[in-house]
């Protein structure tokens, strides 16, 4: 049974369900607008196009502490403003948050949006400076595609071992693209479900061969959780990714990596975004919010130590 104040939720969102985008053709290059200078900071990609960034600013920062956010939509689709509805308007309030307008997989398939997100990475730790930030204090988060983009910019950034990430958000993050978990099969949620899912991977995983997908295109292929940033997640019950969400969080602790994990009964995906009134959704944003608060401070305690 859904959470109660779900049930009314997953009725009115239940027809919109299936609504993918079709594969589009690549949009021709476009030179920035003078006028969206001033609202966006752009990033040129090796191949000279340019890529927006949407950089918000805490009223008051209290910290150093700088968040690279990664916005959801099945890397198929969503947009930077995405942040606005999302738990990046709650990290806002405190720190630096920076989310790409990353390409999508309707026109360019894997490894564009990885790419995307990992040079917006490494231009923050390059301009800390200039944002106000500190290169120690890096965070990544993002939710379902965001927060599987941000376990494989995660895993890259180790593997590099160029950039430091201090914590990983990944909010139940889509990660699986093989999909044999229990809570995916058969999954008819509201908001994004089975069918959604396998339609997303096919879009993004193109160009690849099925028996060669690289763990940076789908995280959940990763077999070494060594030496991993400490994480914050959460996941409903009803949510096609628990299990793989699950899953993850079990291996980062079999690895001895620090993780603040939260089950939430009856919720379906993206509960936070779509009924951010509903005691579930207040529950989730405190316990992302405490729980950094908390990360933070064992951390500049052990600093002291």
Same mark, same amino acid.
């Given at each position: 049974?859904?959470?109660?104040?779900?049930?009314?939720?997953?009725?009115?969102?239940?027809?919109?369900?299936?609504?993918?985008?079709?594969?589009?053709?690549?949009?021709?290059?476009?030179?920035?607008?003078?006028?969206?200078?001033?609202?966006?900071?752009?990033?040129?990609?090796?191949?000279?196009?340019?890529?927006?960034?949407?950089?918000?600013?805490?009223?008051?920062?209290?910290?150093?502490?700088?968040?690279?956010?990664?916005?959801?939509?099945?890397?198929?689709?969503?947009?930077?403003?995405?942040?606005?509805?999302?738990?990046?308007?709650?990290?806002?309030?405190?720190?630096?948050?920076?989310?790409?307008?990353?390409?999508?997989?309707?026109?360019?398939?894997?490894?564009? #949006?990885? +790419?995307?997100? $990992? %040079?917006? &990475?490494c231009w923050m730790h390059d301009n800390a400076e200039k944002l106000g930030i500190s290169r120690d204090e890096l965070i990544?988060?993002?939710?379902?595609?965001?927060?599987?983009?941000?376990?494989?910019?995660?895993?890259?950034?180790?593997?590099?071992n160029k950039i430091k990430v201090k914590c990983q958000i990944p909010l139940y993050p889509m990660i699986d693209d093989i999909?044999?978990?229990?809570?995916?099969?058969?999954?008819?949620?509201p908001v994004w479900d089975e069918l959604n899912t396998k339609k997303a991977w096919r879009i993004y995983l193109e160009n690849?061969?099925?028996?060669?997908?690289?763990?940076?295109?789908?995280? #959940?292929? +990763?077999?070494? $959780? %060594?030496? &991993?940033?400490?994480?914050?997640?959460?996941?409903?019950?009803?949510?096609?990714?628990?299990?793989?969400?699950?899953?993850?969080?079990?291996?980062?602790?079999?690895?001895?990596?620090?993780?603040?994990?939260?089950?939430?009964?009856?919720?379906?995906?993206?509960?936070?975004?779509?009924?951010?009134?509903?005691?579930?959704?207040?529950?989730?944003?405190?316990?992302?919010?405490?729980?950094?608060?908390?990360?933070?401070?064992?951390?500049?305690?052990?600093?002291?130590?």
């Amino acid at each position: 049974m859904y959470a109660k104040g779900m049930r009314l939720a997953a009725l009115i969102y239940k027809p919109f369900t299936h609504l993918i985008p079709m594969r589009k053709k690549k949009a021709k290059k476009k030179t920035p607008k003078k006028s969206d200078l001033k609202k966006h900071t752009y990033i040129t990609r090796p191949d000279g196009s340019m890529m927006k960034i949407l950089v918000i600013k805490p009223e008051i920062p209290k910290t150093k502490v700088g968040i690279l956010w990664i916005h959801g939509g099945g890397y198929v689709t969503g947009s930077p403003k995405m942040a606005k509805i999302s738990m990046a308007r709650h990290l806002a309030k405190e720190y630096l948050i920076v989310t790409p307008e990353y390409r999508l997989a309707v026109t360019d398939p894997y490894p564009a #949006a990885f +790419e995307d997100c $990992y %040079q917006t &990475l490494c231009w923050m730790h390059d301009n800390a400076e200039k944002l106000g930030i500190s290169r120690d204090e890096l965070i990544v988060g993002g939710d379902s595609a965001g927060g599987g983009l941000a376990i494989a910019v995660t895993l890259y950034a180790r593997d590099m071992n160029k950039i430091k990430v201090k914590c990983q958000i990944p909010l139940y993050p889509m990660i699986d693209d093989i999909g044999h978990t229990d809570s995916m099969q058969g999954n008819k949620a509201p908001v994004w479900d089975e069918l959604n899912t396998k339609k997303a991977w096919r879009i993004y995983l193109e160009n690849l061969p099925q028996d060669n997908i690289p763990k940076y295109a789908a995280p #959940a292929r +990763e077999t070494n $959780y %060594q030496n &991993l940033p400490p994480a914050i997640t959460f996941v409903g019950t009803k949510e096609p990714f628990q299990d793989e969400t699950i899953n993850y969080v079990e291996s980062l602790k079999k690895a001895d990596v620090p993780v603040y994990f939260k089950l939430y009964p009856g919720c379906f995906h993206a509960f936070d975004v779509m009924v951010p009134w509903s005691k579930q959704a207040k529950d989730a944003k405190d316990f992302v919010l405490n729980s950094l608060h908390s990360l933070l401070e064992d951390s500049s305690n052990s600093k002291k130590g």
